[in-house]
Nanobody
Framework: QARLVASGGGSVQAGGSLRLSCAAS???????LGWFRQAPGKEREGVASIDSDGKTTYADSVKGRFTISQDNAKNTLYLQMDSLQPEDTAMYYC????????????????WGQGTQVTVSS
């Protein structure tokens, strides 16, 4: 069973940057890996994903500002977030699933515990 531990959240001002990390218990580079977020009172939404071929997918709201990447040697997934805006405030979750096609769909089987990102104006 995959174990994921997310970290790197915090509080920043608008325009700032954060890098989230998701440490995995094993090599899941052949799986689909993703970042999701959920703001208070809103549904969870897919932010970015990367599949086994390295193909990345981004939500329209973060294109050009967020970058998903992975370090297979460290079994770690990253989300570099630049030009953060108050609307990016949410709990961020990493997720993993062997089904490569999931991308931003929320049906991943394995989830990290979440890390809070707060952006002030």
């Amino acid at each position: 069973q995959a174990r994921l531990v997310a970290s790197g959240g915090g509080s920043v001002q608008a325009g700032g940057s954060l890098r989230l990390s998701c440490a995995a218990s094993a090599d899941y580079s052949s799986w689909c890996l993703g970042w999701f977020r959920q703001a208070p009172g809103k549904e969870r939404e897919g932010v970015a994903s990367i599949d086994s071929d390295g193909k990345t997918t981004y939500a329209d709201s973060v294109k050009g500002r967020f970058t998903i990447s992975q370090d297979n040697a460290k079994n770690t997934l990253y989300l570099q977030m630049d030009s953060l805006q108050p609307e990016d405030t949410a709990m961020y979750y990493c997720a993993a699933d062997p089904r490569w096609f999931l991308r931003l769909r929320g049906e991943y089987n394995y989830w990290g515990q979440g890390t809070q990102v707060t952006v002030s104006s």
